[in-house]
């Protein structure tokens, strides 16, 4: 049963860590996000702030910043230029 709900627990950590990747946010800095606002709301019965805490929010994206952001886009934009000229579409 214990290793159950670590096995739950460790796959949502993984899943969040994940997401943040692929929105190319900084995923220390947005589990610091989480971590401490989330306790801020703990009494609250509405749970729209959690739409500010999506990794694909302004919010997080202003606060969470990647150092890799630039260099991801720009490597995926030389990765697809280069499939498309071996294929002969470019």
Not at 30 to 45: A, G, M, R, T, V
Request: charged share 25%; net charge neutral.
């Amino acid at each position: 049963m214990e290793s159950d709900n670590g096995a739950k627990a460790s796959a949502m950590i993984f899943s969040i860590a994940e997401t943040a990747k692929a929105n190319a946010i900084n995923t220390y800095e947005y589990f610091n996000l989480l971590l401490s606002e989330i306790p801020k709301h703990q009494d609250d019965k509405d749970t729209k702030y959690l739409d500010a805490l999506l990794p694909w929010s302004k919010n997080v994206q202003d606060k969470c910043p990647s150092r890799f952001k630039k260099s991801l886009i720009f490597n995926v934009h030389i990765y697809v230029s280069k499939s498309l000229h071996q294929c002969g579409d470019f």
